[in-house]
Nanobody, 115 residues
Framework: QVQFVESGGNLVQIGGSLRLSCAAS????????MAWYRQNPGYQRELVAS???????IYAESGKGRFTISRDNAKNILYLQMDSLKLEDTNVYFC?????????WGQGTQVTVTS
């Protein structure tokens, strides 16, 4: 059974960095396009970054130049390195397929950026 478990969220000051992790089970993340999303309550979930099976990446404008998506195939973990964090990056972050599966949304991990 496929499952994604996100971790790494924290309270961080403006300009700080965090690395989020998504541990996948039941499938190999290297076989599929994987992505990070974020959502605040009452708002629509938005794509942050994706990485295809061939390693090519796509970033939303909001994170270009600041975020880096990567994966460790041996550990089957997806990462999101977030640098130069801004207040507006405060969100709950989720991982899922590039074409997300509704049933696979996990609890997410909370990132809170403070001044």
């Amino acid at each position: 059974q496929v499952q994604f478990v996100e971790s790494g969220g924290n309270l961080v000051q403006i300009g700080g960095s965090l690395r989020l992790s998504c541990a996948a089970s039941g499938m190999l993340i290297s076989d599929r396009t994987m992505a990070w999303y974020r959502q605040n309550p009452g708002y629509q979930r938005e794509l942050v970054a994706s990485i295809a099976a061939d390693g090519s990446t796509i970033y939303a404008e909001s994170g270009k130049g600041r975020f880096t998506i990567s994966r460790d195939n041996a550990k089957n973990i997806l990462y999101l390195q977030m640098d130069s964090l801004k207040l507006e990056d405060t969100n709950v972050y989720f991982c899922n397929f590039g074409s997300p599966s509704r049933r696979l949304w996990g609890q997410g991990t909370q990132v809170t950026v403070t001044s």
